[in-house]
């Protein structure tokens, strides 16, 4: 076996240009430390102990680095994962050890169902997700994570399952809020907020624009250290502050998660939902870089590089993982090329773990509330509906549904009903068949729609372009149609062009049987024109071309010439 066979490509181009490898070790320690936060909150969001976010940005991120479809997309914790580890758990007492082990357990099981669908090169699966379902999806998981947010910056209890809950919790929790927290809390997110919104003001005045982003992610470290300052100078703690406690060193060894036929039929639902949901994201991240970058990009590959990166986190005490969009902008920022960078990154947030941990005692979790809230407010994606109000209101309904469904009823509702919406559209788009009547543009062999171009008709003769496949769901619209013109006393024959028909089922067939015996009862032909091979298949041998009335012609033409003219010669 050939040696670039066994080693990715990325690593072979190392070998060619060396040079090459300082940079994506420079990026990589960069990124280490930058994503630590973001860790740490996203665990919080899950409701497990913070440490969990950095076992779950360990060896998942070597396991895709290695495995994954794309060169440049960032694999690890995430907010929408999290939140929906979250609301998968919302039965069991947060942060309680049966809460922790099911996260895990939940993990794993992603990574089973991921890694099954790869085998199984399910990768074709992302095509019937539409981008109104995915983008409202998105939208109202940052919403809700907004929300569940909330609780740290004001020192409250607060129920963030919906929207209406957090709701009601906020009003009965109104005299419970605790000042000093509200106060750093408020304080972190303005400045935060100005600096990553006002970047270009902040950072971009004295600073390249290129230099600009990565100065205003850098910020948020300085931020977060000088919070944990400041929580032991000022004793955060008397105060009644929530604060980070000290995160345990070492690294846990691998073992299997615990799981029961009653786990796996509790859990299997919410696995299924973040199985999907981490595809979706993953692929959508990866699948645009690639393109961007000219790479050729593998769903089922990633699939696999995903599962298996799932199964490791379930294995080393992690939760659910994906490719995140801020993780991926960020990789991309601090200089990465090649999954190098993201090796260097687990190395390096493996050190910081093992010889620096303690340091991160002290961090107000209203602070880890204010970075969350900061780096998914962007998650809200008003472009894509905007665009898909302007040039595609199927999508934006499908938008609209999911993302009210999601912040009304949860996360799992939203996502359920999006995509049965989208499948609603689907099939209501092709029930509504379009059947053009085609004229010959003068004297060539093109046959275009009579409302759309200047052509010719020729007496007698209905030439039909019907633009849908035929299946059960619109058989019946279709007859509608075109029994109006087989009653029609100035037709004597009806042309059915089949150029855009590329599915034909038992229930058309019969419909178009039907059609024929009408056509004799009215004393006219019905005839085909460029009928395709695949559908061609279906209809030798069959019921219909045996009764038809009329001939099937290898093109428009051929039937305008053949029945125009019956003695001339008109073959192709």
Not at 91 to 106: D, E, M, V
Not at 276 to 298: C, K, M, N, P, W
Not at 316 to 338: K, P, Q
């Amino acid at each position: 076996m050939k040696l670039q066979n066994l080693i990715p490509n990325w690593i072979l181009q190392f070998v060619e240009k060396p040079s090459r490898i300082y940079a994506e070790l420079t990026a990589g320690l960069m990124m280490a430390v930058l994503v630590i936060p973001q860790s740490l909150g996203y665990a919080t969001l899950a409701g497990l102990p913070p440490i969990m976010g950095l076992y779950a940005s360990i060896t998942p991120v070597l396991v895709y680095a290695w495995l994954g479809a794309s060169s440049i997309a960032s694999v690890g914790p995430v907010a929408v994962t999290a939140i929906m580890t979250a609301s998968a758990l919302s039965h069991y007492s947060l942060g309680s050890p049966q809460y922790i082990q099911l996260a895990i357990t939940l993990a794993f099981m992603v990574g089973v169902i991921l890694s099954l669908a790869s085998m199984l090169r399910l990768g074709w699966i992302m095509q019937f997700v539409s981008r109104g379902v995915a983008a409202g999806f998105v939208s109202g998981a940052a919403i809700l994570i907004i929300l569940s947010q909330i609780k740290y910056i004001l020192g409250i209890s607060l129920n963030s399952d919906s929207l209406i809950l957090a709701s009601q919790g906020l009003y009965a929790q109104a005299k419970f809020i605790h000042l000093p927290t509200t106060i750093l809390g408020m304080i972190t997110l303005i400045i935060l907020l100005i600096s990553r919104y006002g970047e270009s003001i902040v950072w971009g005045s004295w600073l390249p624009k290129k230099s600009a982003g990565f100065a205003g992610r850098l910020f948020v470290i300085i931020l977060v250290m000088f919070s944990i300052w400041l929580a032991h100078h000022w004793q955060f703690d008397d105060m009644g502050i929530r604060l980070l406690q000290a995160l345990p060193t070492g690294f846990p060894s691998a073992s299997l998660p615990t799981i029961s036929v009653d786990i796996i039929v509790q859990l299997l639902p919410s696995a299924l939902l973040i199985a999907l949901v981490a595809f979706i994201s993953s692929s959508t991240i990866a699948g645009q870089h690639a393109r961007l970058r000219g790479e050729d990009y593998q769903p089922n590959k990633d699939l696999l590089g995903l599962g298996l990166a799932n199964l490791t986190s379930g294995l080393y005490g992690g939760f659910a993982v994906s490719g995140g969009i801020s993780r991926t902008s960020l990789n991309l920022s601090v200089g990465s090329n090649s999954p190098l960078s993201s090796i260097v990154c687990a190395i390096g947030i493996w050190a910081i773990l093992m010889f620096f941990g303690r340091q991160l005692e002290g961090l107000p979790y209203a602070v880890l509330a204010a970075v969350i809230i900061t780096s998914v407010i962007s998650m809200v994606d008003k472009k894509t509906f905007k665009q898909a109000w302007q040039h595609d209101r199927a999508d934006a309904i499908c938008f609209i549904i999911t993302f009210v469904t999601a912040i009304t009823f949860g996360l799992n509702a939203g996502l359920v009903s999006g995509i049965l919406t989208s499948f609603a559209m689907m099939v209501y788009r092709t029930h509504q068949v379009h059947i053009a009547t085609v004229g010959r543009i003068d004297d060539s062999e093109h046959y275009r729609n009579v409302k759309r171009h200047s052509v010719t008709t020729f007496d007698g003769i209905m030439l039909l372009r019907i633009d849908e496949s035929l299946y059960f769901g619109n058989c019946q619209t279709v007859h509608s149609q075109l029994s109006v013109h087989a009653q029609d006393a100035q037709i004597h024959h009806l042309v059915l062009i089949m150029t855009a028909v590329n599915h034909i089922d038992l229930s058309a067939q019969e419909m178009l049987l039907e059609l024929n015996k009408e056509c004799l009862k009215y004393q006219k032909q019905l005839h085909f024109a460029e009928i395709k091979g695949p559908v061609m298949d279906k209809l030798v041998g069959g019921q219909l071309l045996a009764q038809l009335s009329g001939q099937v012609f290898l093109s428009t033409n051929q039937a305008v010439c053949k029945l125009t003219n019956p003695d001339a010669d008109c073959d192709e």
